[in-house]
């Protein structure tokens, strides 16, 4: 059964910095898109990073630059490293995995952690 737990959250002010993890167990973690995502209150889900299995990373424009992803196929831990936080990035941040393709494309995820809250003040 695919498990993934998210942790790291928190309350930060604007510029600051947060590192997410997300810890996955129960399937080839190696063969899985892996992702984040984050909804604000009253805002659809969007994707933040997605990463493929041979570790392409594609990040969505509002977090260029700024935010980062990393994978410790070691320790099937996904990490995001949030760094000059803005008060739009506000939302709950979602770990995500798929087995199918492309790793690129939302509906690709199939398995959701329960997330964890990321508040940025101004």
């Known amino acids: 059964q695919v498990q993934l737990v998210e942790s790291g959250g928190g309350s930060v002010q604007a510029g600051g910095s947060l590192r997410l993890s997300c810890a996955a167990s129960g399937y080839t973690y190696s063969m899985y898109c892996m992702g984040w995502f984050r909804q604000a209150p009253g805002k659809e889900r969007e994707g933040v990073v997605f990463i493929s299995r041979d570790g392409t990373t594609t990040y969505a424009d509002s977090v260029k630059g700024r935010f980062s992803s990393s994978k410790d196929n070691a320790n099937y831990t996904l990490y995001l490293q949030m760094n000059s936080l803005k008060p739009e990035d506000t939302a709950m941040y979602y770990c995500?995995?798929?087995?199918?393709?492309?790793?690129?494309?939302?509906?690709?995820?199939?398995?959701w952690g329960q997330g964890t809250q990321v508040t940025v003040s101004s």
């Open positions: 995500a995995a798929g087995n199918g393709w492309p790793c690129a494309r939302p509906p690709t995820y199939t398995y």
